[in-house]
């Protein structure tokens, strides 16, 4: 039931209450109007009882012999006799008129209270009917607020609570009395109450009452953010009865909404470094291809490696992407390898969970690219007997921030070019770990051919506050 129902419902009522009044003032006219008929009839009966007894002495007196009456005491006997018998018939015509109207005004309170009784009856179900009709909407409302997830309040003009709901109560920890008035400034910020009175001080009819605020959450302990919001009840003359209100908790879209705009800085600026990686990739490939043929494959090959950790960025939802995830990424694009990392030819060990810094992923990963791909053509992985085996552990960096130390070291392998040769595949692995990383990440390295195999040592620093050590594979 809304609003307007509700007030034709308390009109309603209004008119069945002034109509039952009305009804019970004839009621009570009529009841007047019959009492005093029953004390005219009383008074008269009195009379004619007081007259009769009179009239009975008088005859008695006239008929009880006397020793010499006189004709005047006849006479008067007589006359006083005759006196009191028209008296008597006056009083008992009187008597008569009055109880005839009694009995009229009788039959007609009969007749006027049956129907007041049939009306009173028909009026009280009516009542009940919408008495019912009430409780239920009164019912369905109370649902209703207390089932949305807001903190509903009515108030006064001026920012006076009347009400608050169990919601609100359930959340601060304040009761309804404490709530009252202005008691429910207390349970916002104190930094934040002004801001609240001075929006109930412009409050006026024209627009709904708006400000945001921070409401203590007793349970959690701490303040989170909420967006008050009220309309005014209007009178039929256009003044405001009341205002009723919601608070709406918008914490986690505030969190979200900030979350978003670190989101978008970081891919901005992953966007920028991507690019500039991207084009000294291309720039390099160029140089290092004799055909386009060959670019268009050492491209995609590098452009596939860099969507590769792109993905592991993304899916780490603005965290931190970890070297065991890194690493296991790319070896797994070139080598059948489980999910710790190890495989036929390829074992890895390490402390699991070390997080790198967003800038260093890109490049890092183009490294571990180049190895992998020179294993799979030329290296450990190009033959059956060959093993590659990756070890890696976070070194404590005294002063300095920590630094993860990776060793790639490839055994069992044939045709080893002869120390000073020129690296087989163009060198822009080599190029890209001895001297491209020492200048973006501030990276030690060394990269040597053994006996039977290729020996390669990376330290990158690591956020000595987002070292985190696992398990030890």
Known sequence: MDSRELTGATGEIQRLLDENEQLRTSLESSLDENSRLAEDRDRLLHRVTVLARELQLANA??????????????????????????????????????????????ASLQQTNAQLEARVQERTRELATINAALRKSEAAFRTLIEGIPQLPWRSRRGGDWTWSSQQWTSYTGRSREESLGPGWLLALHPDDRARAE???????????????????????????????????????????????????????????????????????HR?????????????????????????????????????????????????????????????????????????????????????????????????????????????????????????????????DAPRLRMEWTESSVGEMPLLGAEAKGGGYGRELIERALPYQLGARTSYSFGADGVRCMIEVPVSAGETRLEDQA
Not at 79 to 85: C, F, G, V, Y
Not at 210 to 225: D, N
Not at 368 to 385: I, P, S
Request: glycine letters at 8%; a negative charge; proline letters at 4%.
């Open 271 to 399: 966007t920028r470094n991507l690019m500039s990686v991207v084009q000294a990739v291309m720039l390099r490939t160029i140089k290092g291809s004799t055909s386009l043929e060959e670019f268009q494959r050492c491209m995609d090959d590098r452009m596939q490696a860099l969507a590769r950790a792109q993905g592991l960025l993304s899916r780490s939802g603005g965290g931190k992407v970890t070297f065991d995830a890194l690493l296991h990424e790319e070896l797994s694009a070139h080598v059948d390898i489980d999910e710790e990392g190890n495989g036929a030819q390829v074992s890895t060990s390490g402390a699991r969970g070390i997080p790198l810094p967003s800038s260093s992923v890109q490049t890092l990963a183009l490294a571990l690219h180049e190895l992998a791909t020179n294993a799979t053509k030329y290296g450990a992985l190009a033959t059956a007997d060959g093993r590659l085996d990756v070890q890696w552990d976070v070194l404590p960096g005294g002063g």
């Open 198 to 268: 001075a929006a109930w001080a412009a409050a006026n009819p024209a627009q709904p009452l708006e400000f945001p605020a921070r409401i203590y959450h007793a349970r959690e302990g701490r303040y989170r953010h909420f967006h008050t919001r009220a309309a005014p009840v209007l009178t039929e003359d256009g003044a405001v009865a009341e205002w009723l209100g919601t608070c709406t908790d918008v914490d986690d879209i505030l969190q979200l909404q900030q979350r978003q705009r670190v989101l978008v800085d970081e891919l901005q």
């Open 61 to 106: 007196a006239y008929q009880r012999p006397s020793p010499a009456p006189s004709p005047l005491d006849d006479l008067g006997r007589e006359a006083l006799q005759s006196q009191t018998e028209e008296e008597l018939r006056v009083a008992f015509e009187e008597l008569q008129v009055v109880t005839e109207e009694l009995e009229v005004a009788n």
